[in-house]
């Protein structure tokens, strides 16, 4: 079995790629559950229902001509094409390409503490199936 040191993820938002600005990644992906208990049921019985994707980014603050906050203060509230891959490199049978179309749902561009790096916590939720895609 392979297994990965998580260092070097690819993260591109509307084509422009804000890898190098990222410090975590992760992509939620789950099923809503629908209750399908009914009278005379001891246990809760759920159903799987429609798929829900997001994705939590932080990004370590750059107010720099495209960086991070030219590139994504004007996008908050729109739609996004975004592409996920667990390592920076091309896409094969153990480096999956994961993309949607999705909505920037919030943008922190300035807060933390005293002396600490100033990051931007950045939230994308679904707008669109999540495609999974690999080359062999």
Known sequence: MA????TNAKLEINGTDMSAHASE??????????DETAMG?????NKGGIKT??????????????????????LVGTTVCV???????????????YSAIGVIESYNPVGGAVGALLDAPTTITSAGTLSRASSS
């Open 3 to 6: 297994t990965l040191v998580y």
């Open 83 to 97: 592409e996920i891959r667990p390592q920076n490199i091309c896409s094969t049978a153990i480096n999956p390409t």
């Open 41 to 45: 049921d001891s246990t809760r019985i």
């Open 53 to 74: 994707w997001s994705i939590d980014v932080t990004f370590h603050q750059d107010f720099a001509a495209s960086a991070v906050d030219q590139t994504l203060f004007s």
């Open 25 to 34: 990644v992760s992509l939620n992906y789950a099923s809503e559950m629908q």
